[in-house]
């Protein structure tokens, strides 16, 4: 209890100390608690702030520690809820930390493997490669001579997070008790997003088992490796991975020096980052520089999948339907998929949302084809859609925060990289596909054991439910001037009506089955 106490205590000087609270005051000058501004004894200590806000919190959170840091990076990405400028200061964050001695490391490693790490290792290099606040990684080999990664949770983190997030779901419930203007934001649900990220992130058989999906998703193609998982050394707390070896996609001179085709590796780029999330709905979302490598040969190396995103089909066909619409100025169709899709308020004037859409997208397109980026016009329109009620869902913002990742490191690669060159192609074939025939009987195909399995019960279903009908009995749940239209057909036509969908669907079925 006292540890909590104390430790409450530290976040609240820390915040004290480069004047967070200075800040909130001024950001909303008609909270309740204003009158108490007077009342702060550490008022009578001159302070002098020379930083601007978003470095003040930036630095704020990089004091409080691993998790708050984590927390601020995760906000950075909401750029649909922060202004620009604390958002670009967060996003500055670095999740490097000191690393935990390697005695814990092995004591972690042998209680998880059960057994010694000299037996389960060949070689074990106490001196870890790298260190952030859920994990560290060391090198070792194993008994067959392959080199690998062991990635090792931290001792106790666990208390750490769990002390942590009790403290900022506390700040969000007196954030949204206090300040009734930013219940918008849903700081408490923000919080609980980052808690379910951040717990992901500490189970490594989840991560080994991202890994393993994504290396299937990729198996024979030459435009992603994944390293393979030992999954005899995978725990909950220990992954052991194959060991990659290359250039750090920062690290431009030196491809530069290799003779690396930069044209292609920004384009290819592109082509992984649109395949994983239409072609797979399965994508990295943790692709900054630092988790990714280039191999001699040219082909990109991925390692860190702790965090993964996926969209509903829904979603992937909203998301495709809308770049490509607002590639053809067709603002129009961007305002009336956002209120299909209900992503905006369904009561949303079309009119009025077209309008709010063009105001920011007829800039964009005074510049060259090549600088138009697909991930601002995504938050551009998330801003604007916010405005009509929008609620951001967490797997939409993985998806930009990925796409502004990839379109960065593209461009840092290849300065003409035309984004939309590469993916209008991608995106009209990948629709293409969706609707085409073949498609539609191929998902026939995969449904089929299902409906030949309901397919005896069916005709009395179906009767059971006229007859409900012709007794009055039936109780539908919709009501509109066409279902009370229906209702006074007479009831030979519905019989008659049944019985024809009946043969349709079992016609069907036949020449299905006679196609197999």
Same mark, same amino acid.
Do not use: C
């Given at each position: 209890?006292?540890?909590?106490?104390?430790?409450?205590?530290?976040?609240?000087?820390?915040?004290?100390?480069?004047?967070?609270?200075?800040?909130?005051?001024?950001?909303?000058?008609?909270?309740?608690?204003?009158?108490?501004?007077?009342?702060?004894?550490?008022?009578?200590?001159?302070?002098?702030?020379?930083?601007?806000?978003?470095?003040?919190?930036?630095?704020?959170?990089?004091?409080?520690?691993?998790?708050?840091?984590?927390?601020?990076?995760?906000?950075?990405?909401?750029?649909?809820?922060?202004?620009?400028?604390?958002?670009?200061?967060?996003?500055?964050?670095?999740?490097?930390?000191?690393?935990?001695?390697?005695?814990?490391?092995?004591?972690?490693?042998?209680?998880?493997?059960?057994?010694?790490?000299?037996?389960?290792?060949?070689?074990?290099?106490?001196?870890?490669?790298?260190?952030?606040?859920?994990?560290?990684?060391?090198?070792?080999?194993?008994?067959?001579?392959?080199?690998?990664?062991?990635?090792?949770?931290?001792?106790?983190?666990?208390?750490?997070?769990?002390?942590?997030?009790?403290?900022?779901?506390?700040?969000?419930?007196?954030?949204?008790?206090?300040?009734?203007?930013?219940?918008?934001?849903?700081?408490?649900?923000?919080?609980?997003?980052?808690?379910?990220?951040?717990?992901?992130?500490?189970?490594?058989?989840?991560?080994?088992?991202?890994?393993?999906?994504?290396?299937?998703?990729?198996?024979?193609?030459?435009?992603?490796?994944?390293?393979?998982?030992?999954?005899?050394?995978?725990?909950?707390?220990?992954?052991?991975?194959?060991?990659?070896?290359?250039?750090?996609?920062?690290?431009?001179?030196?491809?530069?020096?290799?003779?690396?085709? &930069? $044209?292609?590796?920004? /384009?290819?780029?592109? !082509?992984?980052? #649109?395949?994983?999330?239409?072609? %797979?709905?399965? *994508?990295?979302?943790?692709?900054?520089?630092?988790?990714?490598?280039?191999?001699?040969?040219?082909?990109?190396?991925?390692?860190?999948?702790?965090?993964?995103?996926?969209?509903?089909?829904?979603?992937?066909?909203?998301?495709?339907?809308?770049?490509?619409?607002?590639?053809?100025?067709?603002?129009?169709?961007?305002?009336?998929?956002?209120?299909?899709?209900?992503?905006?308020?369904?009561?949303?004037?079309?009119?009025? &949302? $077209?309008?709010?859409? /063009?105001?920011?997208? !007829?800039?964009? #397109?005074?510049?060259?084809?090549? %600088?138009?980026? *697909?991930?601002?016009?995504?938050?551009?329109?998330?801003?604007?859609?916010?405005?009509?009620?929008?609620?951001?869902?967490?797997?939409?913002?993985?998806?930009?925060?990925?796409?502004?990742?990839?379109?960065?490191?593209?461009?840092?690669?290849?300065?003409?990289?035309?984004?939309?060159?590469?993916?209008?192609?991608?995106?009209?074939?990948?629709?293409?596909?969706?609707?085409?025939?073949?498609?539609?009987?191929?998902?026939?195909?995969?449904?089929?054991?299902?409906?030949? !399995?309901?397919?005896?019960?069916?005709?009395?279903?179906?009767?059971?439910?006229?007859?409900?009908?012709?007794?009055?009995?039936?109780?539908?749940?919709?009501?509109?001037?066409?279902?009370?239209?229906?209702?006074?057909?007479?009831?030979?036509?519905?019989?008659?009506?049944?019985?024809?969908?009946?043969?349709?669907?079992?016609?069907?079925?036949?020449?299905?089955?006679?196609?197999?």
């Amino acid at each position: 209890m006292l540890n909590n106490v104390w430790h409450a205590l530290k976040i609240k000087w820390t915040l004290i100390k480069y004047g967070i609270d200075d800040l909130v005051l001024e950001q909303f000058p008609n909270a309740p608690f204003q009158s108490l501004k007077y009342l702060r004894p550490w008022k009578l200590i001159p302070r002098t702030h020379k930083l601007d806000r978003g470095e003040r919190i930036r630095l704020a959170l990089e004091d409080l520690g691993p998790i708050f840091v984590k927390f601020g990076q995760a906000l950075s990405t909401r750029r649909d809820l922060l202004p620009d400028d604390i958002a670009e200061s967060l996003a500055k964050l670095q999740d490097k930390v000191k690393p935990f001695p390697s005695d814990q490391a092995v004591q972690v490693i042998e209680q998880s493997l059960g057994e010694s790490v000299g037996n389960a290792f060949a070689k074990f290099e106490a001196e870890p490669m790298a260190s952030a606040s859920i994990a560290q990684v060391h090198a070792a080999q194993l008994h067959s001579g392959e080199d690998v990664v062991v990635k090792v949770v931290r001792p106790s983190i666990e208390k750490i997070i769990a002390k942590d997030l009790r403290l900022l779901k506390q700040m969000a419930r007196q954030v949204e008790t206090w300040i009734p203007s930013l219940q918008r934001l849903h700081p408490i649900d923000v919080v609980n997003e980052f808690e379910k990220t951040l717990l992901d992130e500490l189970d490594m058989q989840r991560e080994a088992s991202n890994a393993g999906e994504l290396a299937r998703n990729f198996k024979g193609s030459d435009l992603l490796y994944v390293p393979k998982v030992h999954w005899d050394f995978v725990r909950e707390k220990v992954m052991v991975m194959e060991r990659i070896y290359g250039t750090p996609i920062g690290q431009i001179d030196v491809l530069k020096d290799k003779g690396v085709d &930069f $044209e292609k590796l920004s /384009r290819e780029g592109v !082509e992984i980052f #649109f395949t994983q999330v239409f072609r %797979d709905n399965f *994508f990295h979302a943790d692709m900054h520089p630092g988790n990714i490598f280039v191999g001699d040969n040219g082909q990109y190396k991925a390692i860190d999948f702790g965090i993964m995103g996926m969209l509903s089909t829904e979603d992937q066909r909203y998301l495709a339907l809308n770049f490509l619409a607002f590639f053809n100025r067709d603002y129009r169709k961007v305002a009336e998929l956002h209120i299909e899709s209900a992503w905006v308020n369904p009561n949303t004037r079309v009119e009025e &949302f $077209e309008s709010a859409i /063009r105001a920011i997208s !007829e800039p964009i #397109f005074g510049r060259p084809l090549k %600088d138009i980026s *697909f991930g601002l016009f995504l938050l551009n329109l998330f801003k604007v859609a916010r405005r009509f009620e929008m609620e951001v869902q967490p797997q939409l913002v993985l998806l930009q925060k990925t796409l502004l990742n990839i379109e960065g490191l593209g461009r840092q690669l290849n300065p003409e990289l035309d984004l939309w060159a590469t993916a209008k192609p991608f995106l009209e074939n990948w629709l293409k596909e969706r609707t085409s025939a073949k498609t539609a009987l191929n998902k026939i195909k995969g449904e089929l054991p299902v409906w030949i !399995e309901a397919l005896p019960t069916l005709p009395t279903q179906v009767i059971d439910v006229v007859q409900q009908a012709q007794r009055g009995e039936l109780i539908v749940q919709w009501q509109s001037k066409e279902l009370t239209e229906l209702k006074t057909q007479h009831t030979r036509y519905q019989r008659r009506m049944t019985w024809i969908a009946l043969l349709g669907f079992a016609g069907i079925i036949a020449t299905l089955i006679w196609k197999l």
